[in-house]
């Protein structure tokens, strides 16, 4: 990190930590929340005056989440994320290749077009993939959830891909050219390692996004047998909730975004910093 | 055709299908009649839909409610995040364990996190409750709190902001990270220190990451959709009913896709108002400080 802008004396730094602790406390709150009942048993959990701390430790919520419908719903999640995350990230590495490097007439045109996809709101699309959908029998199966969150994940992975392009030097490009290396041998046995990096980002940011995914979910997939995680569970509000259960699902439907931002934060982190400068 | 075409065409598809058509397709849809339930095809019908949509009560409150939130939320999240990157860009010795808290909300799916507030918010065995009456001891304040219209209004501010301050702070502080050591030293000779320094010198170096924090923020303030939708249905009655959901429920639940699209696009419309004029304002100001 470059050096810090304010040469900070004692007094200025405990109200700094106290402010951030605060805050960090504040943001983890929900989290620690919903974790810490996942463990309670389920008449502990409407306990009045309760306790933040399970009195006893149960693992019951688990076992019952484990054996519940929830595994559909986890299953399709599992499914639908690996799928989109899979196709984006090659259909997006071979995007921005060709915009990085080998342009043509009216590519920034249609580079212009993808970015401009970013600002419409995706309520826009709603109706005509539910009509198109509908009219080929996707509705309600993970192919149909898979591909449309590839289409509204890949103007963002383009950018990401075609920034991580154009940073490797022309020079690399026409040696191998001179080599005499096709065009698909340069993108896969050259370009692509040195790119690692930028599909490593696309990589997590679409995992986050697909996984988390509710909107296009709740619309194309109205069966309860084909819903992933981030719609099916919330059908569960307003029954008779199930809270102990509910709270161990949403703990193990959070903890793989949350466990991969622990082991990439730095990478993520620059990542977004270094896209939103260079954007 | 060019080689670079090929490479660019199987992205383009998936693009084109389910992103530029559908933007062709609502928008003529919208100029029709199109009830997906009782109608075997639309039937064109000029701009009334976009008439009806102003004359409509329930339109009209959704886009009203859509602003109250959007600006509560671009207030609280730009200033927050601006003044959270400057705390953490400081030598301090837990910083990494700051950003690790602050920027985790970033990667919890939002329909669950709704859930999670959902409970915390629940009459007497949610947290808040708990925190309210047993450990403040105001037990006469506590109330089945999304009963109430401004507080589910509050609420589901709170919830987006919490969501999103970490993304907004990570854009922020790549801001000041771009501010050279240069300007940041000869500010430094002139004597300005602490306060003053954030208020002159930094402040106004930040004048690119306002245009793409703004944007973003516009963006999502407008877009809100799932906390609504997962916390409080838009009531009670319609006190949090916004926009976006307006359009989904006239959609998925009523089938009305013609008058459904005419919504949509004038969502679309205002938030690419909002962001040129974001764009267009953050400029000129630049041009004149040259």
Known sequence: MKSSPFSLDRLNRVWINGVLIALAVLFL??????????????????????????????????????????????????????????????????????????????VNFILLVIVATLTVPLVIFLVPMFLMENAVGLLDTNLGLILPNVAVSLPFAILIMRASFGAIPQEIEESAVMDGAGV??????????????????????????IWGEYTMAKTLAMDPGAMPLSVGLTLLKGEVWQYGVLAAVIVLAVLPPVVIFIIFQRHIVAGVAQGAVKG | MPTGFFFILPAFLFIFVFMLYPIVSSGYMSLTEYNFVYDEAPTFIGIDNYVAAFQDDKFVTALTNTFVFGISFFVIVMLSSLCIALLLFQKLRFNSFYRSAIFVPIVVPLSLAALIFLWILQPNYGLLSHVVGDVLGWHALNQPWLANGTIAMIAIVILASWASIGFVTILFLAGL????????EAAEMDGAAGFKKVLHIILPSLRETYVLTGTWTIIHALKVFVEPMVMTDGGPGTSTLVLYQQVYLTAFTYFDMGYASAMAYILGAIILVLVVVNFAVSRIKADKDV
């Open chain 1, 29 to 106: 709150a929900p989290l620690i929340y919903i974790f810490l009942n996942s463990f309670k048993a389920a008449d502990e959990i409407f306990l009045v005056p309760q306790s933040i701390l399970p009195l006893n430790w149960t693992l019951e919520n688990y076992a019952a989440a484990l054996s519940g419908g929830f595994v559909g719903y986890f299953t399709n999640s599992v499914v639908i994320t690996v799928g989109g995350v899979a196709l984006t990230v090659i259909l997006s590495s071979l995007a921005g290749y060709g915009f990085a490097k080998l342009p043509f007439r009216g």
């Open chain 2, 177 to 184: 990270q771009g501010i050279s050591t240069e300007t940041l």
């Open chain 1, 184 to 209: 698909m041998r340069r993108w896969w046995t050259i370009m692509l390692p040195m790119a690692r990096n930028g599909m490593v980002l696309v990589v997590i940011m679409t995992t986050y996004s």
